[in-house]
């Protein structure tokens, strides 16, 4: 795989937040991500990174669904308003990147909006959601 294929590489070991279900989830979103990382990097038509960027859309409604109905089962978790929040917050910004992708007429994700993909990634698998794995 060369270096323009994918934006993240999945590391069960490195990510873990020791929740199998939620693993596999960020698993899904990570996969869905590097695709239409690959699919805008090859010239792939406007309709079809919308398809793509819908599904990653939905399915991290849905995660962000799971996530929140799992952790305010735990008693001890403090940060369950801040983690709705940032998750609101995502889910906002993922929508005004879309609205401003339907607008684009080169057809094309910015750099910009890959950035947004990867600092999610990063900041929130890697981190915010680690949290809650520590009180499972
Ligand atoms: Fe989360
Ligand atoms: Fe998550």
Known sequence: ????????????????????TM?????G???IMNQLYKE???GTDKAQLLKTATLLATKTTEHFAHE???FS?????EGAGSHKLIHQKLL???????????????????????????VWLQAHIC??????????
């Open 73 to 77: 089962t735990l008693s001890k978790y």
């Open 40 to 42: 805008n990097n090859s």
């Open 68 to 70: 929140e109905r799992y």
């Open 127 to 136: 981190g915010i959601d680690r949290k809650y794995g520590e009180l499972s």
């Open 1 to 20: 795989m060369s270096a323009t294929d994918s934006i993240f590489e999945w590391d069960l070991a490195r990510f873990t937040t020791k929740v199998g």
């Open 23 to 27: 693993d596999r989830e960020h698993e």
């Open 29 to 31: 979103l990570i996969k």
């Open 92 to 118: 906002s910004q993922f929508g005004e990147h879309l609205e401003k992708f339907k607008k684009d007429p080169s057809g094309k994700f910015n750099e910009e909006f890959f950035r947004f993909l990867k």
